[in-house]
């Protein structure tokens, strides 16, 4: 009896650790079945797909150039390759060929209408664009007043012009192309009111004879003594459509119709015109009219 009750007892200890192991070596399995090459395909297929759910919201087409790659193309739009991959249902090694249509990542340009209480500041942050960029694609000279109900445009990706064949507005263009530093010295005079007067440019101190440089490749407008205030003077415009102007030079070192290259010396500082000492009056215009240089110098 007492015999019977111990092989009954063996019997269930038995059948539990039996149990035991196969539920243990039933989780293993799963967990090896996860590094599987079919785990991993399926979990490849889900990324994949989710990658082209969120890529579809947006694009434009876009026709492929010969020489194009979507590597390159992910390099250009600064985006995820995956992304740009996943969007056309390619893989990102695929070759693209001349003439196939690719949908892109761009992001148009946006409309924002300004509410009370709002600032280009605020306005800049909360839509990650460069405060330069946002003045410049509205050509505001005075973000500080800001007008309530105005509309303004919140620049998008510059390939969205490019991919939809619009032209580039010289605003648009300027987002890429801020100025160098005509000379190097202290800032004796900034942009704005200066007592009575309104200071249309910025006045750089320095020695007689500083070589003064183009701010950006351009062609002259202007070389020669521009009238008592100015003194000697050269305008340049440049290929956006803005103009820089350097004035009270003591020589001018380029004519009238040359094109010129960032950098390049094209006058020598001085006094000439209205002016208490040696220094370059340097001034920055959009359609002719003067805006603050400090917002487009580098």
């Not at 539920?23 to 297929?45: F, H, K, N, V």
């Not at 990658?51 to 600064?78: C, P």
């Amino acid at each position: 009896m007492l015999l019977a009750k111990i092989e009954s007892w063996l019997v269930r200890v038995v059948t539990v650790v039996v149990m035991a192991g196969t539920l243990l070596l039933g989780a293993a399995g799963e967990a090896a079945g996860q590094d599987s090459w079919m785990w991993r395909l399926e979990t490849e297929r889900l990324t994949q797909e989710a990658l082209t759910a969120k890529a579809q919201t947006q694009g434009q087409l876009y026709r492929v150039k010969k020489g194009d790659t979507l590597w390159g193309l992910a390099r250009n739009l600064n985006v995820d390759l995956e992304v740009l991959a996943a969007m056309n249902y390619l893989t990102p090694g695929d070759v693209i060929y001349a003439g196939q249509y690719l949908r892109l990542p761009v992001e148009p340009d946006k409309s924002y209408q300004v509410r009370p209480g709002d600032t280009l500041w605020h306005i800049a942050r909360q839509y990650e664009v460069d405060i330069k960029t946002l003045m410049v694609a509205n050509r505001i000279t005075k973000p500080e007043a800001l007008q309530v109900g105005k509309i303004i445009t919140i620049p998008g990706s510059p390939w969205s012009m490019a991919v939809q064949g619009r032209p580039v507005s010289s605003a648009s263009r300027l987002r890429e192309a801020w100025l160098n530093w005509p000379l190097i010295g202290r800032i004796t005079s900034p942009w704005g009111q200066r007592g009575k007067e309104f200071h249309h440019g910025l006045d750089i101190g320095a020695k007689a004879g500083t070589p003064i440089k183009a701010a950006q490749a351009g062609t002259v407008r202007f070389a020669g003594y521009k009238s008592r205030i100015y003194g000697n003077a050269v305008e340049i415009v440049h290929d956006n459509g803005l103009v820089t102007v350097y004035a009270h030079n003591s020589k001018n070192l380029v004519k009238k119709g040359q094109r010129v290259t960032a950098g390049q010396v094209i006058g020598l500082v001085g006094s000439t015109g209205r002016s208490t000492g040696p220094h370059l009056h340097f001034e920055v215009r959009i359609d002719n009219k003067a805006v603050d240089p400090m917002l487009y110098l580098k």
